[in-house]
T-cell receptor, first 116, second 113 residues
Framework: AQKVTQAQTEISVVEKEDVTLDCVYE???????LFWYKQPPSGELVFLIR??????QNEISGRYSWNFQKSTSSFNFTITASQVVDSAVYFC?????????????FGAGTILRVKS | EAQVTQNPRYLITVTGKKLTVTCSQN?????MSWYRQDPGLGLRQIYY???????DKGDVPEGYKVSRKEKRNFPLILESPSPNQTSLYFC????????????FGDGTRLSIL
């Protein structure tokens, strides 16, 4: 069975602080995909990144970076120099890569509040 | 504009009164799915569909039905809604499968009294 744990329910930071959102996953599959989605206060869900299990390279996109470590089953998300617009709920998600039609399992989400 | 459209956006109804939430996508996506979002639980998958006439259960299918008669539409049916189905519902689609980024609708907030 697949499981995603986001242990941080809520994080509050002051603008310009760096913040890391943790994601720990469980799967027996050797091929799988991990995702991060953002849900701003307006409610829509926005795709941020996808990573497959064979690609352990860290990724950086502007102020966002992701650290994927298979050894610890973690896929953590760091925002550098946070801004108020980063305030949102962030979800980590997992799906096995056996083929089409498999389930997508989300973590409970982490609420990030960035104060000015 | 490429989008996933859900209707209605908000609905307050009573226990036992059948309702349908529609979902339509204009991207010719094969894969569509429904999720419910509840505080502290994240998003949980209800049903998904790989293509027309092909549907399968997600993690929380009890009390829901779906159909996929056309590629673009994937309605969610609550035949006898109960208060525990009060939730925020999202429809999503992707070109081929769940291992691709999902395009989400704007959500439907259902309140079952």
């Amino acid at each position: 069975a697949q499981k995603v744990t986001q242990a941080q329910t809520e994080i509050s930071v002051v603008e310009k602080e760096d913040v890391t959102l943790d994601c720990v996953y469980e799967t027996r599959d050797t091929t799988y995909y991990l995702f991060w989605y953002k849900q701003p206060p307006s409610g829509e869900l926005v795709f941020l990144i996808r990573r497959n299990s064979f690609d352990e390279q860290n990724e950086i996109s502007g102020r966002y970076s992701w650290n994927f470590q298979k050894s610890t089953s973690s896929f953590n998300f760091t925002i550098t120099a946070s801004q108020v617009v980063d305030s949102a709920v962030y979800f980590c998600a997992l799906t096995p890569g056996r083929g089409y039609g498999n389930k997508l399992v989300f973590g409970a989400g982490t609420i990030l509040r960035v104060k000015s | 504009e490429a989008q996933v459209t859900q209707n209605p956006r908000y609905l307050i109804t009573v226990t036992g009164k059948k309702l349908t939430v529609t979902c339509s996508q204009n991207m010719n996506h094969e894969y569509m799915s429904w999720y419910r979002q509840d505080p502290g639980l994240g998003l949980r998958q209800i049903y998904y569909s790989m293509n027309v006439e092909v549907t399968d259960k997600g993690d929380v299918p009890e009390g829901y039905k779906v159909s996929r008669k056309e590629k673009r539409n994937f309605p969610l049916i609550l035949e006898s809604p109960s208060p525990n189905q009060t939730s925020l519902y999202f429809c999503a689609s992707s070109f081929e499968g769940v291992n691709q980024p999902q395009h989400f609708g704007d959500g439907t907030r259902l309140s079952i009294l």
